[in-house]
């Protein structure tokens, strides 16, 4: 069965510090990969995928995710946090029968 | 591109009504669409899939004569909620797919629903 484990449900970072947002995923077979940002009482806004290709995939406001297949890995990263990243930030992933599968989520709180 | 619509955004109803959610892709035809249900601080729970001119295919432990989804256009889907109880209070969010880019889905806004 797919999973997904996002380690860390609260990580708090101050204003300009590295954000890494931890994903792990379990599959069978080699899936599609996203992070989706939540902001409070909205729907949710997608950073970044990965579905072929390149391993490093950069998406909207800075963030990028690298796919380590050995790993089973897909974290997300941020150089310099700004206090609008402030968000819920989930993982997914599709093993390629349209549905996804998510994690619990990770809230991120950026500090002055 | 790729803009999803819900209405209405927030709705408070009294115990034992029914309210309908509609869900739209304003700028693209959505093969399939997702009905999802998220507690607060939870992740979301995929309720059910829909796909135009079909019956929805219920996640286990979803009452489909409760959740009741019609998907009768590429681009409008509706959630409703029957004899809501104040259980069902929570926040619904519909998401929407063409896939076209690696079944990836696009989300509407959210419906607070609030049962009295």
């Known amino acids: 069965a797919q999973s997904v484990t996002q380690l860390g449900s609260h990580v708090s970072v101050s204003e300009g510090a590295l954000v890494l947002l931890r994903c792990n995923y379990s599959s069978s077979v080699p899936p599609y990969l996203f992070w989706y940002v939540q902001y409070p009482n909205q729907g949710l806004q997608l950073l970044l995928k990965y579905t072929t290709g390149a391993t490093l995939v950069k998406g909207i406001n800075g963030f990028e995710a690298e796919f380590k297949k050995s790993e089973t890995s897909f974290h997300l990263t941020k150089p310099s946090a700004h206090m609008s990243d402030a968000a819920e930030y989930f993982c997914a992933v599709s093993p390629n029968n349209r549905k996804l599968i998510w994690g619990l989520g990770t809230s991120l709180a950026v500090n002055p | 591109g790729a803009v999803v619509s819900q209405h209405p955004s927030w709705v408070i109803c009294k115990s034992g009504t029914s309210v309908k959610i509609e869900c739209r892709s304003l700028d693209f035809q959505a093969t399939t669409m997702f009905w999802y249900r998220q507690f607060p601080k939870q992740s979301l729970m995929l309720m059910a899939t829909s796909n135009e001119g079909s019956k929805a295919t219920y996640e286990q432990g979803v009452e489909k004569d409760k959740f009741l989804i019609n998907h009768a256009s590429l681009t409008l889907s509706t959630l409703t909620v029957t004899s809501a109880h104040p259980e069902d209070s929570s926040f619904y969010i519909c998401?929407?797919?063409?896939?076209?880019?690696?079944?990836?889905?696009?989300f509407g806004p959210g419906t607070r629903l609030t049962v009295l």
């Open positions: 998401s929407a797919s063409d896939y076209s880019g690696g079944n990836e889905q696009f």
